[in-house]
């Protein structure tokens, strides 16, 4: 299977504690992004990444969330001393390249804190 | 600040019917919009898109149909079939491309038998 992989699938995690969110691009991508669903609305983007490059993270919260996709492995989604607040799905999209290109979705990371 | 609008969180059609669903966005630096269907505990999958430079795309039972000067742009599903049933996003980027899209709230389409 050659599409985006996310995982785990369902991350529970008590308040205070650190959830960590992987996403393998599609083979051939060098772009990935991430975005967050609440319940009962859209996507919203978060923070769009290259290899070893953080291209935009103008959704990003400003504090306890960081992203990195190093040169080698997955990208990572950090949210340190989840709060309530951060249940959510947690989608993971790559794309070949920035100009005229279609973001491929993995099957997201459903985040469930206690 | 919602940029891009779907009005109807619902939408239920008969089967073989045409179904559209709207959206509306307010931003004019979009140049890009696209179609995702989102089904149950899965991610969205990409559908159809359209360049601003463009008012229609038609891909086997899907039209998109872009309006610029009313910032306004509608998917159409012809015939429409029972698989179709899945929530529906309409996303814009001001970037010609796939990074960081604004995606509306979705609408729910149910196809009936």
């Known amino acids: 299977n050659a599409g985006v992989m996310q995982n785990p699938r369902h991350l529970v995690r008590r308040r205070g504690q650190e959830a960590r969110l992987r996403c393998s691009p599609m083979?051939?991508?060098?772009?990935v992004y991430w975005y967050r669903q609440l319940p009962e609305e859209g996507l919203k983007f978060m923070v769009y990444l290259q290899k070893e490059n953080i291209i935009d993270e103008s959704g990003m919260p400003k504090e306890r969330f960081s992203a990195e996709f190093p040169k080698e492995g997955p990208s990572i989604l950090r949210i340190q001393q989840v709060v309530r607040g951060d249940s959510a799905a947690y989608f993971c999209?790559?794309?070949?390249?920035?100009?005229?290109?279609?973001?491929?979705f993995g099957q997201g990371t459903r985040l469930t804190v206690v | 600040d919602q940029q891009v609008k779907q009005n109807s969180p619902s939408l239920s059609v008969q089967e073989g019917r045409i179904s559209i669903l709207n959206c509306d966005y307010t931003?004019?630096?979009?140049?890009?919009f696209l179609w995702y269907k989102k089904y149950p505990a899965e991610g969205p999958t990409f559908l159809i898109s359209?360049?601003?430079?463009?008012d229609k795309n038609e891909d086997g039972r899907f039209t998109v149909f872009l309006n610029k000067s009313a910032k306004h742009l509608s998917l159409h599903i012809v015939p429409s079939q029972p698989g179709d049933s899945a929530v529906y996003f309409c996303?814009?980027?001001?970037?010609?491309?796939?990074?960081?899209?604004?995606f509306g709230q979705g609408t729910r389409l149910t196809i009936n038998p």
């Open positions: 996303a814009a980027s001001a970037a010609q491309g796939a990074q960081k899209l604004v």
């Open positions: 999209a790559s794309s070949s390249g920035p100009g005229n290109t279609e973001a491929f």
């Open positions: 359209i360049s601003s430079i463009k």
């Open positions: 083979k051939g991508h060098s772009h």
């Open positions: 931003n004019s630096m979009f140049d890009y």
